[in-house]
């Protein structure tokens, strides 16, 4: 027999089939004598050609004499409008996961799911092609056909490992028996899902499993205890650390400094007192001379890679990235400025900066942020080249802990002069920014933009940093800047090399805001 290809009816018809709210047998004979639902003829007949189709493309008989399969459960959500959908398809198809990203968000917002006839193409774009994030933006928007057919195909299967909106602490009737017989990622899944709901319980799981499962398993499992992080948790964490697993050693030496009262966090805290010394006018180190086995354990790393300061430098960043900035408030009664300032003088003041940075970014210091924001912005290229990284590395960071007002400030003032820092340009300064970007922000880039195309005959060099923006500024214009965005961008004829590729790229720019466009109006809010 010669096997043909099964068309999108085929994939359609079995994604309507995966659930009927009316379902009841037929009387007619089908093609491998299983009872279809509905009792439309011609829907029925539609569905009977579709299983033909896929026999036919397998190249084999009918089975007989097997059991219907079970229905999807009921949906709760409505499904998205017909051109939302066609949208939809259409960034799958043309692989624009930028603004499909941006269309599952809508859709999540408006409590809405994708039709099942999309369902197929979806899934199969999460497995090849999609990014985690990606993944994590489609899986709700599945619905429970998404999860019956994730449920008969293992190749999906990662879409039964996320919870469905409405149901995200829930666990399923058949937990224990997924917890003692199904796969690691069901299994870390579940944990996971049983700490939001009872922490104690999801501990005694993980330790009456603990010595049977491999290192890499037990590490993943212990991630999940991130979430309902608690005191009571020490005693497992802390025996963690003794554990044969690097990984694992090192997960539960981040929980546990999480925990502020732990023996760990405490530990920390008075190497890093001995560390650090304030006199009230000036801070300065006397970093670790040497260490012994109980900083390894401690989850402290022992050797430098890439330091440019040298070991000491590297140990000291390493204690102070791990210890509250709040801590240094309350010990010395200093604000965070006045602190900052007073290293000044100090020759490890590039450490202490860097791993305060690190430190205000793990523990969510805002009140420490700003301050180190400003000291940041203010250091000169010279100073900041005796870091491990650039500025934007430490500023980037921070930029979600600062007010909304601060980072449009200082976007404006790089937008009028792109080359302010030498090592944060253009793009650098522009990826700091929540999207989308303030009107203030959206309508100087625009000017900018404009302004710079009026003189691109007569650039000798590339036309960066307007043009590795364009994608990016795109995808943050805001919607009252639409209009104003895609109006067409003149660009003189020269012969200049850079010409022709900026016309493409300024041409790319006004697409994407027509799409975007489009989107709002079929997805709005």
């Not at 939809?88 to 499909?100: A, M, P, Q």
């Not at 929980?255 to 023996?263: H, I, R």
Request: contains cysteine.
């Amino acid at each position: 027999m010669t096997a043909t290809r099964p068309n999108s009816l085929t994939a359609q018809a079995l994604a309507g089939l995966a659930h009927s709210p009316n379902a009841s047998p037929t009387t007619g004979a089908p093609v491998d004598g299983i009872p279809l639902p509905g009792e439309d003829a011609g829907r029925d007949l539609l569905l009977r050609a579709a299983e033909s189709a896929i026999y036919h493309a397998a190249g084999r008989l009918p089975a007989r004499g097997v059991a219907p399969l079970e229905a999807a459960k009921t949906e709760e959500r409505p499904i998205c409008p017909p051109d939302a959908a066609a949208l939809i398809e259409g960034l799958v198809v043309t692989g624009r996961d930028d603004l499909l990203l941006e269309a599952c968000a809508r859709m999540e917002r408006r409590g809405e799911l994708l039709p099942p006839t999309l369902l197929p193409l979806t899934l199969k774009k999460a497995r090849a092609f999609a990014t985690n994030e990606l993944r994590a933006a489609l899986g709700p928007l599945a619905g429970e056909r998404g999860r019956w057919l994730a449920s008969h195909n293992p190749e999906w299967s990662w879409l039964l490992e996320r919870t469905l909106p409405g149901v995200r602490d829930a666990l399923p009737p058949d937990a224990e028996t997924i917890w003692q017989e199904g796969t690691t990622r069901q299994r870390i899944a579940l944990l996971g899902r049983l700490r939001t709901q009872d922490p104690a319980l999801a501990r005694d799981w993980l330790e009456g499993v603990w010595k049977k499962e491999k290192a890499e398993t037990r590490a993943s499992m212990l991630e999940t205890f991130a979430t309902g992080l608690a005191p009571d948790d020490e005693p497992l964490l802390e025996a963690a650390l003794d554990d044969r697993g690097e990984r694992v050693r090192a997960v539960a030496a981040r929980l546990l400094t999480d925990l502020p009262a732990s023996a760990l966090a405490l530990r920390l805290r008075d190497r890093a007192n001995a560390a650090i010394t304030f006199d009230g006018a000036a801070l300065d180190a006397d970093p670790p001379a040497a260490i012994d086995g109980s900083w390894a354990r401690d989850g402290l790393p022992t050797q430098s890679i890439s330091n440019k300061n040298g070991q000491r430098a590297f140990w000291l960043a390493a204690l102070l990235e791990r210890v509250p900035p709040a801590h240094w408030t309350e010990r010395f009664g200093v604000a965070p400025a006045a602190l900052i300032a007073a290293s000044a003088a100090s020759k490890w003041r590039a450490s202490i900066l860097e791993s305060w940075s690190t430190a205000t970014t793990s523990f969510q210091a805002r009140d420490w942020a700003l301050a180190l924001w400003d000291a940041l912005l203010a250091m000169p290229d010279k100073e900041i080249a005796q870091m491990d990284a650039d500025r934007a590395s430490y500023c980037r960071p921070l930029a979600p802990l600062l007010p909304p007002a601060t980072l449009d400030a200082f976007v404006l003032r790089v937008l009028a002069a792109p080359d302010t820092y030498a090592d944060m340009g253009l793009r650098a300064a522009l990826d700091l920014l929540p999207r989308p970007w303030s009107v203030a922000v959206a309508q100087a880039y625009l000017d900018g933009l404009r302004a710079f195309a009026v003189v691109t005959d007569t650039k000798a060099r590339a036309t960066d940093p307007w043009d590795t923006t364009l994608n990016d500024a795109a995808l943050a214009m805001p919607e009252t800047a639409f209009t104003v965005a895609r109006e067409p961008i003149a660009v003189p004829e020269a012969q200049n090399p850079y010409s022709s590729r900026f016309k493409n790229q300024l041409n790319a720019f006004a697409e994407t805001i027509r799409l975007r466009e489009r989107l709002v109006k079929v997805l709005p809010l």
